[in-house]
C-alpha cells in the first residue's frame, strides 16, 4: 500500500473483523488487465495529455481521435479548422480523476501492475467509465475496451475524445459558454458546460450535484487548489461542483519535490453575484430543462454565458511529431511457445520492439480457459523505477479442462491480439491425453502461428489502429456517469467519521448496503473494507489533501 496509515487509525479499523467487498461486478475486464505507469514525475503522463489536446495520439480512429470541434453561438454554429482540447484542462481533469495515474495505488509509478479501476467502472487516468460498465465482445473486453483499461496514451486519448463530445453537444443538449466571443474553443473558460458533463450535467436532487447553485455548497467560497494544504485555498471534493475542481486545479496545480506539473492557468468561473452570470445558472433556468420525467429540452438557450472575464488561453503548445512517434512506440509481439499440450501451461507475451505493447487474449473454445484477458509487455526502451514491479514479458496461464475437451485429436487455440498493430498470434491447445494419429488435424506450431493474421505490423510513422474495423458501433453520446464524493458514503456531502463507521459496518457484515456505495472506495483498488475507513478518516482530520489520496512518489 502506498499511503502509510497512522498507528492508531489502522488499530481502530482492524478492531472490527471486516471481509474484502468483492469487486464490482459488470465491469468490462473480470480482473483487472495489468497497465504500465511510467515514472513519478509524471513528464510522460503531461506529454500524453497535450498530445491529446491536439489529437495526436490516434488522429484518424473514430474512438480515440478527436471530433472536430465546434464554434460558434446558436445562429452561427460552425465547425472549427482542427481538432483540439486544451490540455492544461485535460491535464487538471487527469489530476483530479485519478492523480495522473493508469494503474492501482498498490503499484509504483514506474511498474507495472493491474490497472486502475474504480468502483463504478472507471478506468485509467481520465476515469473512463462510459462504455466500460459491461463487456461488449460476446462475453469479452472488446479490443477498445481493453485498450483504455491498459495504455495511459488511449485512456488519455479516449478521455480526450469524451470532452470534446460533450462541449459538441452544444447548443442541441447543452449550453453555450463564450456568446461574446463567439464560443472560441481555444479560450478555456468557454470549456465551462463541456467540463461539468464530463462528470454528469447534473444538479440538485442528483447523488452528486454539479450546479454551482446547488444549496448544498457554500457561497461565496474560496476557489478549490490541487496545491499545498496552506495555500488558503479549499482542498475538499464534496465542497464544489465538478468543474470548479477542474478550473481550481488548473489554477493552482499539484506539485513534486517544490516544482508544479504544469503552468498554472488562472482561469475565470462565472461570478454568481453578477446577474450576467447569476441569471443564466439559476435554479430556476435548470428546473426548466432538467425536470425528471420532460421531455427533451430545446430552452438551454436560457443557460448560455458569456466567457467570464478576464479569460484565457492555454499556453501549452503543440508537441513535435517525433514527441507521439516515441511515445507510441513500435511494438512487435511474439509469444513462446507457439503451441501447448499440458493442462497447464505457459506461454510468454513478448514484445520485441519499442515502447509498450498493449495485447488482449481470448480462448476460442469452452474448454480452454486463460488467467489474464489483457495487459502490456514492455520494450526495453520503457523505463522501470528501481524497486518497482516491472515484468516486461508477461507470462499467460493456459488451462485445459480435461472434463470438456475433445477426444476425436482437434485442437483449440488462444488469439493473442497487439491492439495498436493488429498483429495476431493464435497459440494452438490440443488435450494433453489424445495422441495425434495419422488422420488427426496437425497442432499448430510457433512456425505456422508467427506470422501476423490480421494487419501488418506498424511502422514507427503510422498512426496505430485501435480496433480492426475500420468504423467503430454507433453508440449514444458518451456519458460520464456522476459520482458522489469519494468518502461520502452516506450521502451528505461530507466525508467524516460516521462515513468511516459504515465502511466499517459494511465490511464485517453488519449492514448490507450503503447509501453511496460508489463513494465508498476511497483508495480505487475496487474493494470496500478498512484500508477506506481509515482513509476516510484521515481525510477527515486533514492529514491528507484528498481522496483518492495523492499517490507518493517512489
Known amino acids: 500500500m502506498k499511503l502509510l496509515l497512522s498507528a492508531g487509525l489502522l488499530i481502530a479499523a482492524v478492531a472490527v473483523a471486516a471481509a474484502f467487498a468483492p469487486r464490482a461486478h459488470g465491469c468490462a475486464f473480470t480482473i483487472p488487465p495489468t497497465a504500465y505507469d511510467p515514472p513519478a514525475d509524471r513528464a510522460d503522463h503531461l506529454t500524453a495529455l497535450e498530445l491529446a489536446g491536439f489529437n495526436m495520439i490516434a488522429p484518424e480512429s473514430e474512438f480515440f481521435g478527436i471530433p472536430t470541434v465546434e464554434t460558434g453561438t446558436r445562429d452561427t454554429r460552425a465547425v472549427s479548422e482542427s481538432p483540439y482540447a486544451p490540455p492544461t484542462l485535460l491535464k487538471a481533469i487527469g489530476w483530479i480523476e485519478s492523480g495522473i495515474s493508469q494503474a492501482d495505488w498498490n503499484t509504483p509509478f514506474g511498474g507495472v501492475g493491474p490497472a486502475l479501476v474504480s468502483f463504478d467502472c472507471g478506468y485509467g487516468i481520465m476515469q473512463i467509465t462510459s462504455g466500460m460498465t459491461s463487456p461488449i465482445d460476446v462475453g469479452w473486453p472488446s479490443l477498445n475496451q481493453a485498450l483504455v483499461a491498459t495504455h495511459y496514451l488511449f485512456d488519455i486519448a479516449r478521455g480526450s475524445a469524451i470532452l470534446v463530445d460533450k462541449w459538441n453537444g452544444a447548443p442541441q443538449v447543452r449550453p453555450i459558454a463564450g456568446t461574446d466571443t463567439n464560443s472560441d474553443p481555444r479560450v478555456v473558460e468557454n470549456w465551462y458546460f463541456a467540463t461539468w458533463s464530463y462528470n454528469g450535467f447534473t444538479g440538485p436532487g442528483a447523488n452528486r450535484s454539479n450546479h454551482p447553485s446547488d444549496p448544498g455548497y457554500a457561497w461565496p467560497r474560496s476557489g478549490y487548489s490541487c496545491g499545498a494544504l496552506n495555500d488558503g485555498y479549499g482542498h475538499s471534493y464534496g465542497d464544489y461542483p465538478y468543474q470548479e475542481l477542474v478550473f481550481g486545479c488548473a489554477t493552482r496545480p499539484p506539485s513534486a519535490e517544490g516544482a508544479q506539473f504544469w503552468e498554472p492557468l488562472p482561469l475565470s468561473l462565472p461570478d454568481l453575484d453578477d446577474p450576467d452570470w447569476a441569471d443564466p445558472l439559476s435554479l430556476e433556468n435548470w428546473y426548466e430543462c432538467n425536470t425528471p420525467g420532460s421531455a427533451l429540452c430545446d430552452d438551454f438557450d436560457l443557460m448560455d454565458i458569456a466567457s467570464p472575464p478576464p479569460f484565457h488561453f492555454d499556453p501549452a503548445v503543440q508537441p513535435p511529431q517525433e514527441a507521439a512517434e516515441a511515445a507510441l512506440g513500435s511494438p512487435v509481439l511474439s509469444t513462446s511457445p507457439g503451441s501447448v499440450g499440458d493442462v497447464v501451461s505457459q506461454v510468454a507475451i513478448e514484445n520485441l520492439g519499442r515502447g509498450i505493447l498493449a495485447w488482449r487474449a481470448r480462448p476460442h473454445q469452452n474448454w480452454i480457459s486463460i488467467d489474464k484477458q489483457g495487459g502490456v509487455s514492455l520494450g526495453t526502451d520503457v523505463v522501470c523505477s528501481p524497486g518497482a514491479p516491472c515484468e516486461r514479458t508477461p507470462l499467460l496461464t493456459i488451462t485445459i479442462h480435461t472434463g ?127 484500508l477506506d475507513a481509515a482513509l476516510i478518516l484521515q481525510f477527515s482530520a486533514g492529514l491528507i489533501p484528498s481522496l483518492p489520496p495523492p499517490r507518493p512518489l517512489p
Open 404 to 530: 470438456t475437451a475433445p477426444t476425436d485429436g482437434s485442437f483449440g487455440w488462444v488469439d493473442i491480439v497487439s491492439l495498436t498493430t493488429g498483429q495476431l498470434w493464435q497459440v494452438g491447445v490440443r488435450p494433453p491425453e489424445v495422441t495425434p494419429g495419422p488422420t488427426s488435424t496437425p497442432l499448430p506450431t510457433a512456425t505456422a502461428t508467427a506470422t501476423p493474421t490480421m494487419t501488418p505490423t506498424m511502422t514507427p510513422t503510422q498512426t496505430p489502429t485501435p480496433t480492426p474495423t475500420p468504423t467503430r458501433t454507433p453508440t449514444p453520446t458518451p456519458t460520464r456517469t456522476p459520482r458522489q464524493q469519494f468518502g461520502d458514503v452516506n450521502c451528505d456531502m461530507t466525508a467524516d467519521s460516521i462515513d468511516a463507521t459504515l465502511v466499517l459496518q459494511f465490511g464485517a457484515g453488519l449492514t448490507a448496503s450503503l447509501p453511496c456505495p460508489s463513494a465508498a472506495d476511497a483508495n480505487l483498488d475496487a474493494f470496500i473494507n478498512v
